[in-house]
């Protein structure tokens, strides 16, 4: 099979054929039709996330057909859609584990990073750590949801339960993450502000078109205060500008794995009861939730494809700002599923 392997921390993939893995106990081999393109991907890739180790397969985007089933797998999925999500294992003992906080496990494996993942014809995965995913969906247009889409319902969770009223929030970095959150956020009856990098009048037409109540630039000032602020780009400096956004009582939620560090600013602008929250990968419970979410409203990914063999070309446009919404590499040419909300 065809695989796009990382070799060497800050070194482009390398295209490579290797053996199909075989499916051990608990696992199930995985045809891999698309798998998106992700931030942290290029995290990865950059070395900007600890203790890589080489060669690892990236991508945790990923949407497949269940070919094949391990012992203690169920066979039942044979058949199936299925999504792989960026966690691939937990270790169900640790104090985190047994209340509800998986995404915290210290022994936690993630899919693209320490298990090899989608960016290749088929993958492994633990069963339980799949989600179904319709039959009838597109897999190109799904993908981003596995990561971006959840990511950011996590996010805006987390905001909903720092702040008793959480109408008008502010999305500091308009990519993947924030188009889709952006849709969930209009659907329930909330505004979304869009704060793009200076200048990016492409990324603020973008959001205008999903409904943006406002956008701009990251450096301007509201005429209002927002109740809260997600940060999707991986800019420490955006964290005092989204606190002077914001009410008293209001949040700023932080939804990257990775961020440059938070230059030091005055305690007044933090005063007023707002909060600085980080998110921490994902649990099984947000994936169950959300694409039941996106199941009864219409949610749409405007996706950019790339074929398997150009995933550097993809990373690097993500990486130089050229993309709108999500880059999703086609493994299957051939998956021309029909389009539409999910």
Partial sequence: MRAMVLNAVGQPLELVELPIPQPKAKEVLIKVLACGVCRTDLHLVDGELPDVTTP??????????????????SAELVGSLVGIPWLGWTCGNCRYCQVDRENLCDQARFTGYQLDGGYCDYTLADYRYCIPVARESNAAEIAPLLCA??????????????????????????????HIL????????????????????DAQRFADQLGAAWSGDSDQTL??????????????????????????????????????????????????????????????????????????????THIRPYPLTEANQALNDLRCGKLNGAAVLRVQ?????????Y
């Fill in 56 to 73: 690892i397969i990236p991508g945790h985007e990923i949407v497949g057909e269940v070919v094949s089933a391990g012992s203690g797998a």
């Fill in 182 to 201: 952006a849709q969930v956020i209009v659907n329930r009856g909330s505004d979304f502000y869009a704060f793009t990098r200076p200048g990016d009048v």
């Fill in 223 to 300: 005429p209002d205060l927002l109740d809260s602020a997600i940060i999707f780009a991986p800019a420490g400096n955006l964290v005092p500008q989204a606190l002077r956004s914001l009410r008293k009582g209001g949040a700023v939620v932080c939804g990257g794995i990775h961020m440059s560090d938070i230059p030091s600013f005055p305690y007044a602008t933090l005063w007023g009861e707002r909060q600085i929250s980080s998110v921490a990968n994902l649990t099984r419970r947000d994936g169950i939730e959300f694409f039941e979410s996106v199941r009864q409203m219409p949610v749409y």
């Fill in 333 to 341: 040419e051939d998956d021309e599923q029909p389009s539409g909300p």
């Fill in 149 to 178: 889409g959840l990511i950011g319902y996590r996010c805006l969770k987390i905001a909903d339960a720092l702040c008793r009223r959480n109408r008008k929030i502010g999305l500091f970095g308009f990519g993947a993450a924030a």
